[in-house]
């Protein structure tokens, strides 16, 4: 089994940034890719941002340009940083990744707000 533990999320003024965190543990031999999702109130979730264990990304249009997908291979942890929120951000944003012979793991959730 794999767990994925998000943090960083939280309410914040509309420009502002936050960074999100999911660190992986538990029975890890291999990581492909790691993402987040978003689920925005009354709608399906939706892919914000990927990377491959190569380190090629991909954003939705939505979010390029002002966020940020990162990972850190040797702490089996995946980043997020957030600049120029806008309050059509707000959601629970939750982080993803394809483990070992492609099992696919989400973490929890954690709800970004951003005030406008």
């Known amino acids: 089994q794999v767990q994925l533990v998000e943090s960083g999320g939280g309410l914040v003024q509309a420009g502002g940034s936050l960074r999100l965190s999911c660190a992986a543990s538990?029975?890890?031999?291999?990581?492909?890719?790691m993402g987040w999702y978003r689920q925005l109130p009354g709608k399906q979730r939706e892919l914000v941002a990927d990377?491959?264990?190569?380190?090629?990304?991909n954003y939705a249009d939505s979010v390029k340009g002002r966020f940020t997908i990162s990972r850190d291979n040797a702490k089996n942890t995946v980043y997020l940083q957030m600049n120029s929120l806008k309050p059509e951000d707000t959601a629970v944003y939750s982080c993803?990744?394809?483990?070992?012979?492609?099992?696919?793991?989400w973490g929890q959730g954690t709800q970004v707000t951003v005030s406008s």
């Open positions: 990377i491959t264990s190569s380190g090629i990304t």
């Open positions: 993803t990744g394809v483990f070992n012979r492609g099992a696919r793991y």
């Open positions: 538990g029975s890890i031999f291999s990581i492909n890719a």
